[in-house]
């Protein structure tokens, strides 16, 4: 725990290897019900690449030192010291150590208390079974080590307990020996052949129900699968095992990955700060990621179960077998991880509607991130605690990286660097700069430019504006980039941006491009932007053409060029690149909401603008689109993603104008969402195909705009979907509608949800949140009651994001209640949970990070709040660090 002035920032430049590195490691767990001995046998060595030193310190927290010898001696006290969160042993005063010369063993034995560990950081207990998280530094709650990537070893792990309470014994690698005890007690021995830092380590220990299977690889090993879930929740598991075998197919067909141990584990359980954490041999899952049946999980979930699934299994390839040398380098393995995950869902689902996902994530999340006081490049440069850098920048921001990488060299040429990744690093812990170097090498690219992707931070800015000359059949585009200001950078020099582009012609077809000169800064259809301004003279453009640009989301940017109403519309209708067509749409709308907003600022009624409805009737009519694809075309721009694209909101004013384009929508096209209602949903048999799925996509998107309607009739048609429903993607989207709207029976609905589904944890996460997230004003007091109902549990990092998450991060009209209520809500919880819980507390604080965006008398509350929680006794770093930056 931390005051200001005892507040260590950590620094990327300050990095140096290991004085010591460790070659081997057994452990030994006796697990007990109130406490755990942990002996730890290290077989060290000096490093001869690092500066030598007598010291040998040790990473420690929270640790009972019951004895500690080095090469077989007892340590006497003055040769070494213990402190809060370190061991440092005086190498030199142990006689006859040749400790430069020749490795040497370290014992270390100590007393820790799982049951008691409410951080769920290191070993702790999840509905009474042990389970680990050590990403990024919990493995120094177990055991004495040096707790940093870099430093690797094999291990050993035994582990007893008692036998009826604990039958499975789990860690990773091979088990290699089990047997009884005496006192109804059993062991097992695991061997992990591959080194790993301390971060991959797992165990677990409980009575499971376990689902088998197997994997036959292409080289013709066969791999046991197993997944270990609390007991009655076997038929929850068949998606995650379907998801993992075609997680392993994909990397081997689209990667030449295959998987290397013999036996790959996964464990899921209901506490956990992530999503999921990718163990060698033996991942943990939040049980959100793992469990799924029709009936609780909605299509959604599945999908989410699926990536996840995948994202963790692909990191044994990009991320343990090729690790970080130090947690800076986190996007190395991140960034990578997550733009392979999404690859593998595009190609299982669809990929512009993959695409359209993952860019509603960055611009609602990220540029909010990069434009924030939290803003830092995909490899930070510093922190204070590093599990507050698991973020949207470094995961998602991370991937769109690496998919420029893909976008500028190909699908060959990102395959050929990533083999000669492997070829170079397996077995290492690197740096992003080590990939940089392979992407290079194996495509004799530069790639000069582009590292400034890693060390520069904010969202770049491209201005772009064209002249047509009729005469020469000439296109003239002048683009300008720039990068704003982040908390310590200033003047930012140009990236190298991929501009994926088409000009289309009158009928929507792409035109040829052909730059006059300079050809070589077009490949296909990139444009490659390098300077603050450049100009690009297209030639042979037969007519003036309507430009779609950063088609696909070519580059994590934001686009500036002076559409008009007219352009839009047909793009929507017709560009050739979906994701461009969805833009058009979001442009549209987005025009029409901050036209409302003049509106209302002039103290003028809002109009709604008619061109509009043909837009959205084309759009609906379309039969040739993916019914996934036409909800998200169908739906309003994101308000958080609106509030990124001006200085300051007025946020009533906002919200307001949002809700009526809502309704205007839905009272001008009544008919037409009525009639694509009942043709796209569906009662009686269930069916999970790419088809089935993407009519409850769209019928859901049309229940909404009836719904707004605020008609008995609608409300009708929602309760009838939600009681007749045979799938939780039915029943959520109609208990959220109903929840969120004016319906007079909201009480009566959301009991008789709870009443069905109490006993289906995930369920009720649903129902907690679908609550949360209401907008209407009753709110504020049904979520401080939530926090009261027996469903709620602070210590469970579900039941926080459910209630308190979803309220801050999703709720704006209530949390941002101009009486401040939600605001002394929010601190309230914080305030709760910073002891118990300190990595999700930090994760609420980051819900006060835009502040600045709003009127000066919410600002004024807010940053009463944060000041309030600076004041806090004891305050953890992770919330420190939030909430100082914010105020900073
Ligand atoms: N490496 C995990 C993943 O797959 C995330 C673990 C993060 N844990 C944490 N405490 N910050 O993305
Ligand atoms: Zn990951």
Same mark, same amino acid.
């Given at each position: ?18 004085a010591?590195?460790? +070659? ?11 406490y ?18 007598? %010291?040998?310190?040790?990473d ?18 003055? @040769? ?19 400790? @430069?010369?020749?490795p ?40 004495y ?5 870099d ?8 582990i ?5 309470k ?42 499971y ?90 299509d ?6 699926? %990536? ?20 800076? @380098? ?15 869902t ?8 993959k695409?359209?996902e ?17 803003a ?11 599990? +507050? ?18 976008t ?25 700069e ?10 004799g ?6 590292r ?37 950078q ?8 991929p501009?994926? !582009? ?24 990139i ?6 301004e ?20 070519? *580059? ?22 979906p994701?461009?067509?969805?833009e058009a ?5 987005t ?6 907003? %003049?509106e ?9 603008p008619?061109?509009?409805?043909? *837009? ?8 040739? !689109? ?7 075309a169908?739906? !309003? ?14 946020l ?12 205007e929508l ?10 694509h ?15 089935a ?7 859901g ?36 509608? !109903? ?21 289906e ?13 209401d ?49 002394v ?33 919410? @600002? ?24 100082s930056?914010?105020?900073?």
């Amino acid at each position: 725990m931390k005051t200001s002035d005892s507040i260590l920032v950590k620094y990327r430049k300050d990095y140096k290897p290991s004085a010591f590195l460790i +070659n081997k490691v057994s452990l030994n767990f006796e697990l007990f019900d109130d406490y755990t001995i942990v002996t730890a046998r290290l077989m060290l060595q000096a490093n001869p690449a690092a500066d030598s030193s007598d %010291a040998l310190v040790l990473d420690g927290e929270d640790l009972e030192l019951q004895g500690i010898d080095v090469a077989g001696q007892k340590l006497v006290q003055e @040769q070494y010291e213990v402190e809060s969160e370190q061991l440092t042993i005086w190498l030199s005063k142990i006689e006859g150590l040749d400790y @430069q010369e020749s490795p040497f063993e370290l014992v270390t034995k100590v007393k820790i208390h799982p049951a008691q560990n409410t951080s769920l950081e290191g070993l702790y207990l999840s509905n009474g079974k042990f389970c680990t998280q050590c990403e990024a530094e919990g493995f120094r709650k177990i055991t004495y080590y040096l707790d940093r990537p870099d430093v690797m070893s094999t291990f050993d792990v035994r582990i007893e307990a008692e036998k009826k309470k604990y039958p499975h014994l789990l860690s990773n690698g091979n088990q290699i020996e089990h047997g009884s005890l005496a006192n109804g007690r059993h062991y097992a021995i695991w061997q992990d052949p591959f080194r790993k830092p301390s971060y991959l380590f797992a165990l677990c220990a409980g009575d499971y129900d376990l689902l088998e299977d197997h994997f036959t690889t292409r080289s013709g090993r066969d791999i046991k699968l197993e997944i270990y879930v609390d007991k009655g929740k076997l038929e929850q598991c068949h998606h995650a095992m379907a998801s993992l075998k075609k997680a392993m197919a994909w990397d081997e067909q689209v990667f030449g990955l295959e998987y290397d141990l013999d036996i790959y584990m996964i464990v899921a359980v209901g506490d956990f700060n992530m999503g999921a954490m990718e163990n060698k041999g033996l991942n943990i899952f939040n049980t959100k990621y793992v469990l799924a049946h029709p009936e609780t999980a909605t299509d959604q979930d599945f999908e989410d179960v699926e %990536a996840v699934i995948a994202h963790e299994y692909f990191h044994n390839w990009t991320g343990n077998r090729v690790t970080c040398r130090d947690w800076f @380098q986190l996007s190395l393995k991140e960034g990578l991880t997550v733009f392979r995950d999404q690859q593998f869902t595009a190609d299982q689902t669809d990929h512009a509607v993959k695409r359209i996902e993952d860019v509603k994530v960055i611009r609602s999340h990220q540029f909010a991130e990069d434009a924030g006081p939290m803003a830092h490049p995909i490899r930070p440069d510093s922190y204070i605690e590093m599990n +507050n850098f698991y973020t949207v920048t470094v995961y998602n921001k991370g991937a769109e990286i690496i998919r420029m990488y893909h976008t500028l060299l190909g699908a060959d040429g990102f395959r050929r660097g990533m083999d000669l990744y492997f070829e170079r690093h397996d077995g290492q812990a690197v740096t992003c700069e080590d990939f940089v170097s392979a992407m290079e090498d194996a495509n004799g690219y530069d790639l000069k430019q582009f590292r400034r992707w890693y060390s520069q931070a904010g969202t770049p800015e491209v201005t772009v504006t064209s002249e047509y000359d009729e005469l020469h059949k000439k296109l003239t585009l002048q683009i300008g980039q720039s990068c704003p200001d982040t908390p310590g950078q200033s003047n930012k020099q140009p990236f190298h941006i991929p501009l994926k !582009l088409g000009l289309l012609d009158k009928d929507g077809n792409d035109l040829a491009l052909e730059l006059a000169s300079n050809k070589e800064q077009l490949t296909d259809d990139i444009l490659h932007l390098t300077e603050a301004e450049q100009t690009f003279e297209f030639v042979g453009v037969s007519h003036k053409p309507v430009l779609s640009l950063l088609r696909n989301f070519s *580059a994590p940017v934001r686009l500036f060029y002076d559409y008009n109403d007219h352009e839009l519309a047909f793009l929507y209708a017709h560009d050739k690149d979906p994701f461009n067509r969805w833009e058009a749409g979001q442009r549209l709308f987005t025009r029409v909401i901050w036209q409302l907003c %003049a509106e209302q600022e002039a103290g003028e009624p809002m109009q709604f603008p008619l061109h509009l409805v043909n *837009a959205v009737q084309n759009l609906l009519a379309d039969d040739s !689109l993916d019914g996934r694809f036409k909800a998200l075309a169908l739906t !309003l721009p994101d308000i958080k993603a609106l509030i990124e694209e001006v200085e300051r909101v007025n946020l009533d004013h906002l919200i307001a104008a949002h809700d009526f384009l809502k309704r205007e929508l839905a009272k001008q096209l009544e008919m037409d969402w009525l009639v694509h209602y009942q043709a796209n949903h569906h009662v009686g048999d269930f069916k999970q195909d790419k088809a089935a799925i993407a009519k409850r996509a769209f019928a859901g998107v049309c229940l909404s705009y009836l719904v707004a309607l605020d008609k008995p009739k609608a409300y009708e048609l929602a309760v009838s979907q939600l009681v007749n429903s045979n799938n939780m993607t039915d029943a959520e989207t109609a208990l959220q509608l !109903l929840m969120h709207s004016n319906y007079n029976q909201k009480k009566q609905i959301a009991d008789d949800f709870y009443r069905k589904w109490q006993d289906e944890e995930l369920v009720v996460n649903k129902w907690l949140s679908a609550q949360a997230t209401d907008p209407t004003d009753k709110t504020i007091e049904r979520v401080k009651g939530l926090i009261e109902h027996p469903a709620f549990d602070i210590k469970n990092p579900n039941k926080v994001r459910s209630v308190v998450g979803a309220f801050a991060g999703s709720n704006l009209p209530q949390f941002h209640r101009r009486d401040g209520k939600g605001y002394v809500f929010l601190a309230e919880q914080i305030k709760q949970l910073y002891s118990v819980n300190p990595q999700t507390a930090a994760r609420l604080t980051g819900a006060f990070n835009r502040w600045k965006k709003f009127d000066d008398e919410r @600002q004024r509350l807010m940053c009463e709040q944060l000041q309030g929680i600076l004041q806090l006794p004891d305050l953890s770093k992770d919330v420190y660090e939030i909430a100082s930056k914010a105020l900073g």
